[in-house]
């Protein structure tokens, strides 16, 4: 179960928007935890660095309580959350000027080659067991790839919703995260090759409270 499922009984997130909007400090706090993992996932996978991602969602989570009164239900309240920790992900990209480490772009298929780069399509990075080789060979690809595939396979968002959140059209997103693929796909058949070097190191920190918003 991800921090943004709920048991049986609990009030969903409408509900708790409308208690959170009307000043219901309980409320909110719950929301935060509900979603607070998930917002720590993307932002942790599009910035490649622990402490970027608790510094970036820090950030998300003092802006959702800033801008909730603005959540329109257009979208689920999950996917309005992520899109904002995709913004303050990209800002802390920005703001740290960092720079990806290429994985060998010159290997990855141009953008007409993009359906071919892609052929197991769908939710590759759901389907790696291995989170701590997932967030290893992650950070190798490169961020104009990684940032549309983690939106669409931790953030849920759908084509047009990234390429609205990244302002670059729809065929440009499909392009990139086919691309994405195909080289996160050559790094875990390295990763994963018989000696190939020692496994990574790298854990998923456990699930925890978010930090408080006040």
Known sequence: MTTASRSAGEPDDA??????????????????????????AVCRRITGSDADAA????????AVVRNLASFDGRSSFGTWVYRIATNASLDELRRRRRRPVLAEPTEVPDDHDAHRADPEGGRR????????????????????????????DVGDLDYAEIAATLDVPVGTVKSRIARGRAALGRLLDAGNRP????????????????????
């Open 125 to 152: 990075l759901d389907q790696i067991d291995d989170r701590m080789l997932l967030d290893t060979v992650l950070r190798q690809v490169p961020e104009e790839f990684r940032v549309p595939l983690v939106l669409r």
């Open 55 to 62: 510094d970036a969602a820090q950030e998300a989570m003092i």
């Open 195 to 214: 000696g190939s070097g020692e496994r990574p190191t790298v854990h998923d920190p456990p699930a925890h409270d978010p930090p408080r918003v006040t």
């Open 15 to 40: 509900a708790l928007v409308a208690a959170a909007i009307g000043g219901d400090r309980a409320a909110m706090d719950r929301l935060l935890r509900r979603h607070y993992d998930r917002i720590h």
